[in-house]
């Protein structure tokens, strides 16, 4: 598989495609890594993930300038990302010695219970964040006492092979942490298929998540779905509206919408809507599309040739309010773009582009605003905005999505749950419950009687 960087389209490497016989063979070596990695003490499962923490910490800017080559990310953004994956292990360090049961007394004796590890997880990556997303589900899943073999994305496995390496250096046992690189019907498919996977974590499109979901079924397997968004960004006359302009772009522009969270639909309540559109639009134009190697962008290209088809072909015939500027030349570049739904029927206001793409609506009051947020399939993110506190939690109350942010477009902490609502998802990552996703609780009975 040829290795592209986005921002030049030149070939920066080849990897081999794992094919059906080299699943099965890490698959069941992980199998085997099963046992002894669970049998290891809480506090040394522990430390194995601290230094696997600081492994990464280690090399940061090399995993950034790594993900800037395969994903065109921004340096700013690539060097956040590997260091999610740090904060992320050392957050869940902390786990294995607090996984602890209960004990209940029952009627002629007691019950215990305990969060045993499940075997071996399957994690399937998408491409648009290669790091954080194998960390949300690496970094619980072992430090629950699972192995992992894990499969990036076809286009950005670079990442998730040298994050494998450092697993290595920093003492975790062959067989623990695999990835495993391959396309999805072949490496993806077959985490589905074998018996000795007992969970998949997938994040990607909703259209494969469902197949994902359904092939589960077969053997009653675990599955944690991270899927797709069409995020509504609400912004009631009372808001600050400078703040609400100023920090739209970036929640939409920023990994050049290529950001499940992206609050790609704007409601503008209508007494504010030209005031908003006129705030709105210095911000856009001063968004930096530009060789992401700089630290001074703020968006780099798009992913693939396909994608800028895909992005194109939503911004075709729309109407166009005012774009940001891109970079000419080689590269998959696309400029900030701001479209104007008028219907609410649009294809670009109801489908997830996954490009710098966003639409504006107005909207009348609080209940139409709530209806037009809920009109998607979706439920994945949002914002809000208003200094109204009561129509704050009404609102947030309201609107069906699994991660809200109030006079903020910051949705990911990784201290806190994260995870989709309808069809943006199943389950939850993140926050000090995510090792539940990765247990199955048994409950044993011990008799008194005597
Ligand atoms: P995708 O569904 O095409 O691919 C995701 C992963 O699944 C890839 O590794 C792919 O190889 C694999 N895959 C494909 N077909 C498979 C199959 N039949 N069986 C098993 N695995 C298979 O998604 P993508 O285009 O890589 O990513 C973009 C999508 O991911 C967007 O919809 C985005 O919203 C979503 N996403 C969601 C979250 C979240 O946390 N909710 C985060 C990031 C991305």
Redesign the pocket.
């Known amino acids: 598989m040829d290795v592209i960087n986005p921002a030049t389209a030149e070939v920066v490497g080849t990897v081999p495609g794992t094919d059906p016989a080299g699943v099965d063979v890490a698959i069941g070596r992980a199998a085997a890594a099963f046992g002894p990695w669970r049998a290891v003490s809480p506090g040394d499962r522990a430390r194995l993930l601290r230094r696997f923490a600081a492994a990464v910490d280690a090399h940061v800017e090399e995993l950034a300038a790594l993900e800037v080559r395969n994903s065109g990310h921004t340096v700013g953004n690539a060097r956040w990302e590997a260091g999610n994956v740090r904060d992320v292990l050392d957050y869940y360090a902390g786990a294995p010695e607090r996984l602890s049961g209960r004990q209940i007394p029952v009627p002629g004796g007691l019950d215990v219970t305990f969060h045993e590890p499940l075997g071996v997880v399957g994690v399937?990556?998408?491409?648009?964040?290669p790091m954080p997303?194998a960390g949300?589900g690496f970094a619980p899943a072992l430090a629950a006492g699972n192995t992992v073999v894990l499969?990036?994305?076809?286009?950005t496995p670079l990442t998730a092979l040298r994050l494998a390496e450092l697993a290595l250096e920093a003492g975790l046992p062959e067989g623990v942490f695999t990835v495993i690189p391959?396309?999805?019907?072949v490496?993806?498919?077959r985490?589905?298929t074998h018996p000795a996977v007992r969970k998949?974590c997938?994040?990607?499109?909703?259209?494969?998540?469902k197949?994902?979901m359904a092939?589960c079924a077969d053997q009653v397997k675990r599955v944690t779905?991270?899927?797709?968004?069409k995020s509504a960004n609400i912004v009631f006359a009372d808001a600050d509206l400078e703040r609400a302009a100023a920090g739209a772009p970036g929640a939409v522009f920023d990994n050049a919408g290529?950001?499940?969270?992206?609050r790609s639909r704007i409601l503008v309540q209508a007494g504010v809507y030209d005031r908003f559109l006129e705030l709105l639009e210095p911000a856009v134009r001063a968004f930096r599309c530009e060789d992401p190697t700089l630290d001074s962008a703020q968006m780099g290209p798009l992913i693939s040739a396909a994608q800028r088809d895909s992005v194109t072909s939503y911004v075709d015939g729309a109407r166009v309010a005012f774009r940001g500027t891109a970079p000419d030349g080689a590269g998959w570049w696309y400029p900030p773009t701001v479209l104007l739904a008028e219907s609410g029927q649009e294809a670009h206001w109801h489908e997830?582009i996954?490009g710098p793409v966003v639409s504006v609506l107005p909207f009348t009051d609080e209940a139409d605003a709530i209806a037009r947020a809920n009109d998607t399939p979706y439920g994945?993110s949002g914002s809000l905005w208003t200094r109204d506190l009561g129509r704050a939690v009404r609102v947030a109350r309201a609107v069906e999505t699994g991660t809200l942010s109030v006079n903020s477009n910051s949705s990911v902490r990784y201290w806190t749950p994260?995870?989709?609502a309808k069809q943006?998802?199943l389950g939850r990552?993140l926050g000090p419950d995510a090792l539940a996703a990765f247990t199955d609780v048994k409950n044993v009975f011990f008799a008194t009687d005597s």
């Open positions: 399937i990556v998408p491409w648009n964040f997303i949300w499969k990036p994305a076809e286009v391959g396309k999805g019907g490496v993806g498919q985490f589905v998949v997938f994040t990607g499109s909703t259209e494969v998540g197949r994902i092939g779905l991270e899927l797709g968004g290529q950001d499940c969270c992206a997830e996954f994945l994260f995870g989709g943006s998802g990552e």
